[in-house]
């Protein structure tokens, strides 16, 4: 199992100027500020893009405003949300009055956070916990598939999946309480 830095652990090593870390800041929400942009707002493919490159630019720049370390993933979502609204308004110059929001926007940044979440609780996992859970769930293979491609049996496959569950659920209570009292 390898160890993950926490929000705030990376967010420090950024304020203290290390360049690695700021790249493993983009790594690590690139395809959240991006799936904000295109799912929840709904922006082109290129829009997306300019907004995704001008959150981190702001972000790098901004840092400092930030009080607490731990709270960069809702701080990146208001910083992208905030940019997102700004290129429909601008994008819709000619139209007459204020532009409402996209509907569900609360929404799909909920089910980005909680994907997210999952995703980072997956890291925690064993090579071989990720590998079942991902080929049972994302790549939705059978039992037996996956028995073939890992040369066991079927039924171990199940039981594997079962005790990789619990660890996942262990990780997410000592992650996100809330979400997991939530059911999410």
Same mark, same amino acid.
């Given at each position: 199992?390898?160890? /993950?830095?926490? #929000? ?16 493993? @800041?983009?790594? *690590? ?21 300019? /907004? ?10 901004? @840092?400092?405003?930030?009080?607490? #370390?731990?709270?960069? *993933? ?6 992208? *949300? ?22 569900? /926007? ?18 925690? @996992? ?23 491609? @890992? ?34």
């Amino acid at each position: 199992m390898h160890v /993950v830095e926490t #929000d705030a652990q990376l967010v420090a090593r950024c304020r203290a100027g290390d360049d690695d870390a700021w790249r493993e @800041l983009v790594d *690590r929400f690139s395809r959240y500020v991006y799936a904000i942009s295109a799912q929840a707002f709904r922006l082109s493919e290129a829009d997306a893009e300019d /907004v995704f490159q001008e959150v981190f630019a702001r972000a790098y720049e901004h @840092l400092h405003r930030l009080r607490d #370390d731990s709270a960069i *993933r809702p701080w990146l979502a208001q910083l992208t *949300r905030r940019l997102c609204l700004d290129t429909i308004r601008s994008g819709a110059r000619e139209q007459v009055g204020d532009l409402p929001e996209p509907r569900d /926007v609360d929404d799909t940044i909920t089910r980005l956070d909680e994907a997210l979440v999952v995703h980072e609780a997956l890291d925690l @996992l064993s090579k071989d916990c990720r590998e079942i859970l991902d080929r049972f769930f994302a790549q939705d293979e059978s039992y037996r598939r996956i028995g073939e491609a @890992l040369d066991l049996p079927p039924g171990t496959i199940a039981s594997r999946i079962s005790r990789c569950l619990v660890k996942l659920r262990g990780e997410l209570e000592g992650r996100n309480p809330a979400a997991v009292e939530s059911g999410g």
